[in-house]
């Protein structure tokens, strides 16, 4: 195997000032292993869903070649929930409800082929479960993380003893902020990489994304978009764009990373241009190639200093 994803698989009510669309299918997993999926096959998802969850959906991810042998499906019992609703500043949303459900329930037991998986990325979970999977692990070639701020709050120890485990932390700026103490993101990032990781990855959404590594930084803008119709997932889609696309180079070096930015803020473009994973399941490999052109033509430039 060569990459594992554990995280979420759900189903999302959103509201966004251009529409809204009741119990799409969401979660973290979810949209890490799509993204991902356009760059290797060999990669499965650990999560757990209620038998309220679609079929066609577990159809779907295997079609994109996503093992679900991880995916415990649990009777009787509904999919974690969120409902979420946008404002104008789409970087701006209030959380409507949200129902954990079969979440309460997720105590990931990876089997023989999850554990020797070359690449793992752990989504967005409680730092106890980050922990479980990552003390199962077999010396995997690179492990990247996201968190956020309830967790910070919550659980702040447990948390920093899971980022000194990891190769990459890949967090928003507010949470960088919040991780370190630091208003500066230079700062923050210096703070955060004493941690352990020995690269951070700082999500800004419509602005872009930031990679620090101890001696250089990195600096990707987002591509504007004629019409955002639904964010949700995007920062996961970036996630899995970045992982995917090093776990099939096998390269890690900043150069290579700086590559991956670019990967991921592509198919993360492609997430916000309909709601839910729709998007993500019509790509085709020429759509991605051309919108990293796009990336490209956008940041590349001669100057001549006189």
Request: proline content about 3%.
């Amino acid at each position: 195997m060569k990459l594992v994803t554990v995280g979420t698989v759900a189903f999302d009510n959103i509201e966004t000032p251009f529409g809204k669309a009741d119990k799409v299918v969401g979660g973290a997993a979810t949209y890490i292993a799509l993204a991902a999926s356009y760059f290797l096959k060999d990669q499965g998802i650990v999560s757990v869903v209620g038998d309220d969850f679609p079929k066609g959906t577990m159809d779907d991810l295997r079609k994109r070649g996503i093992d679900l042998a991880g995916l415990e499906v649990l009777p009787g019992k509904e999919s974690f929930f969120w409902s979420g609703r946008y404002h104008y500043d789409m970087n701006a949303r209030d959380t409507l409800e949200t129902r954990l459900n079969v979440l309460l329930d997720l105590d990931p037991v990876l089997s023989e082929t999850y554990r020797s998986a070359e690449y793992l990325m752990l989504g967005n979970l409680d730092p106890v479960i980050q922990a479980k999977v990552l003390d199962q692990a077999e010396a995997p070639a690179l492990v990247a993380m996201d968190t956020m701020n309830f967790w910070m709050d919550s659980a702040m120890a447990k948390l920093r003893e899971v980022i000194a485990r990891v190769g990459i932390l890949m967090i928003n700026d507010s949470e960088a902020r919040q991780l370190s103490g630091e208003h500066s993101l230079v700062k923050a990032a210096s703070s955060i990489l004493a941690m352990g990781p020995k690269y951070l990855v700082v999500k800004k959404g419509e602005h872009g994304a930031l990679l620090f590594s101890k001696e250089r930084v990195f600096f990707a803008p987002a591509l504007p978009l004629d019409e955002v119709v639904d964010p949700t997932g995007a920062g996961d889609t970036f996630a899995g764009g970045f992982i995917g696309y090093l776990a099939h180079s096998g390269d890690h070096g900043f150069n290579n990373l700086k590559r991956a930015i670019i990967v991921g803020s592509a198919m993360a473009s492609f997430c916000c241009e309909k709601f839910g994973v729709q998007r993500l399941l019509e790509l085709n490999r020429e759509e991605i190639d051309q919108r990293i052109r796009q990336f490209v033509e956008l940041v590349d430039f001669d100057i001549e200093l006189v």
